[in-house]
């Protein structure tokens, strides 16, 4: 039977298991980034986030330290996250498996009042984050360390992976200055059915142009409040003039 509840609640399916969030050893761990990256630099990056500091600047390569948000190809670099159990982690897939380890990365909690943190992207690496997504229990996910004050914030996290000035708060919400000399983005987020729709606007949705859309399964029911422009396929190109800040 289904659970019914707003995007807001904290509502999930009951498990049957569940392991120790903080299982695997350091040792595991490094082998596999070792494996999947190499280098002592990213070795050494690996190693400050299992200790919970800041790499050095000397610990991130020059490709990790100038990744942009937007990709050649003119898409964003960002991505809809899962969070560990235990708080301490965000979990995401991308289709790039090339992604820098120690890249700046910035979160954003969508609901309201709106939050911001920033981090630094962990590798790449088998389900790192506990429950696994429901697509794909084996899934390969990137993970980003959270800190602590992020434990209990509710919804679908959105991570912005790339340099970028830090996000300022206007009133509740959270702007972020993607695109220099343009308006500042806004984010969303939005159940529809089983699922949840977050988006990206460069300007005050949903009148704004949409710049970026990403859906998250939920497998259960929730009250839905989407508007057509949080999921239109074109609603991106649908208003040539953003609503001004």
Known sequence: MRASCSI?????????????????????????????FGGIGAVMIIIALACGREPRADEISAE?????VIAPDGTPRMFVADQDSSGTRLCFAAADSTLPIGAPVT????IFPQYST????????RSPCFPPPRASRDSMEYSVDAPGDTIGRRGVPIVILGKVARAQMRGDTVILAVEPGKLSWRFRTCASAE???ATAWSGVPPSAPRRWHAY????????QDCTPSDYAPDSAMANPRATKE
């Open 118 to 125: 920033v981090g630094r992207l962990g590798a790449r690496t």
């Open 107 to 110: 979160v954003v909690h969508s």
């Open 8 to 36: 807001g609640e904290s509502c999930s399916k009951p498990t049957a298991d569940r392991r120790d969030a903080g299982s695997g050893t350091i040792g595991k761990r490094l082998k596999a980034h070792s494996i999947g």
């Open 216 to 223: 998250y399964y939920l497998g259960y029911d929730v009250e």
């Open 195 to 197: 699922g949840v729709h």
């Open 64 to 68: 990790a330290r100038a990744l942009t």
